[in-house]
């Protein structure tokens, strides 16, 4: 079965400073990794997606992140924080093995302090 | 391209009455469409996944009775909450997929219920 752990409820960073928030996954088969944000009563905006290839993606307003194998983990990554950046941002993988359902993780809270 | 629109955005209702929430792919052909619940403070799950012309699958402890899930057609997917109650407040977000790009989910913008 496929599952998410992002192990931070809450993270708080400076404006400027670099920001990280942790992804890991568990799949039977290859996993497809996607990174959304989701702002106060809205829906989700996808940010990166990893399906193959280069292990560093990157994707939507300044943010990357990076698919380790080994380590079976998907952190997003942003070099200089913004204060409008904070938001809810879930993890969340696609066993493409096993059909089309995503599972997500419990979400991330970013804060950017000014 | 790939928007996905919900209607309504927000809707009140009273106990006992039905709500229809409206789900649409604007610029290309949803073969499979999603839908998802979420609670405050917490994760979407998924509701039940329905395609186009054929019934939906419901993810286990889903009423299926309460929550209808119609995808007549490759744009537009609706859920009904038959006799809403309060413990059906929630945020209701529809997503969707093509036969182009089946590892890709579009997501709706939500729509919040809330039952008095």
């Known amino acids: 079965a496929q599952s998410v752990a992002q192990p931070e409820d809450q993270v708080n960073v400076a404006e400027g400073n670099p920001l990280t928030v942790k992804c890991t996954y568990s799949v039977s088969g290859n996993p497809y990794l996607f990174w959304y944000v989701q702002y106060p009563n809205r829906g989700l905006q996808f940010l990166l997606k990893?399906?193959?290839?280069?292990?560093l993606v990157k994707g939507s307003y300044g943010f990357e992140a990076e698919f380790n194998k080994s380590q079976t983990s998907f952190h997003l990554k942003k070099p200089s924080a913004l204060v409008s950046d904070s938001a809810l941002y879930f993890c969340a993988v696609r066993d493409w093995d096993y059909g089309q359902n995503f599972v997500f993780g419990p979400g991330t809270r970013l804060s950017v302090l000014p | 391209g790939a928007v996905v629109s919900q209607h309504p955005s927000r809707v009140i209702c009273k106990s006992g009455t039905s709500v229809k929430i409206e789900c649409r792919s604007l610029?290309?052909?949803?073969?499979?469409m999603f839908w998802y619940r979420q609670f405050p403070k917490q994760s979407l799950m998924l509701m039940a996944t329905?395609?186009?012309?054929?019934?939906?699958?419901?993810e286990q402890g889903v009423e299926k009775d309460k929550f209808l899930i119609n995808h007549a057609s490759l744009t537009l997917s609706t859920l009904t909450v038959t006799s809403a109650h309060p413990e059906d407040s929630s945020f209701y977000i529809c997503?969707?997929?093509?036969?182009?790009?089946?590892?890709?989910?579009?997501f709706g913008p939500g729509t919040r219920l809330t039952v008095t």
């Open positions: 997503s969707a997929s093509d036969s182009g790009r089946v590892y890709e989910q579009y």
């Open positions: 990893y399906i193959t290839g280069d292990n």
């Open positions: 329905s395609n186009e012309g054929s019934k939906a699958t419901y």
């Open positions: 610029d290309f052909q949803a073969t499979t």
